[in-house]
Nanobody
Framework: HVQLVESGGGSVQAGGSARLTCVGSGYINRRYSRGWFRQTPGKRREGVAALDDDGTTTYADSVKGRFTISQDNTKKMVYLQMNNLSPEDTAIYYC??????????????????WGQGTQVTVS
């Protein structure tokens, strides 16, 4: 059973940067895709970035050029580097993993495992 734990959230000034980390455990010997989503009260969960097993990345238009998703060599840790943050980026950010090697997009229904979320507040 895959478990995901996010960290790195907090309060950031507009224009600043933050890096979120997701530590995964329970992976079996197969290929996975990873993703980051975010949600604000009253809104649907929004896909931010995805990383397929072959390294292909997908970003929401709202974060292109500002956010970068990456992983370490073990593929157990996934990062979201966020630069030039704005108040509109304020949300709870969730790490996700998919048993699909490629998700080709940012649909939450393609992901099978979720972290508990970490709050990012930009002011």
């Amino acid at each position: 059973h895959v478990q995901l734990v996010e960290s790195g959230g907090g309060s950031v000034q507009a224009g600043g940067s933050a890096r979120l980390t997701c530590v995964g455990s329970g992976y079996i010997n197969r290929r996975y895709s990873r993703g980051w989503f975010r949600q604000t009260p009253g809104k649907r969960r929004e896909g931010v970035a995805a990383l397929d097993d072959d390294g292909t990345t997908t970003y929401a238009d709202s974060v292109k050029g500002r956010f970068t998703i990456s992983q370490d060599n073990t593929k157990k840790m996934v990062y979201l580097q966020m630069n030039n943050l704005s108040p509109e980026d304020t949300a709870i950010y969730y790490c996700a993993a998919s048993t699909r090697a490629a998700v080709w997009g940012l649909s939450s229904t393609d992901f099978d495992y979720w972290g508990q979320g970490t709050q990012v507040t930009v002011s």
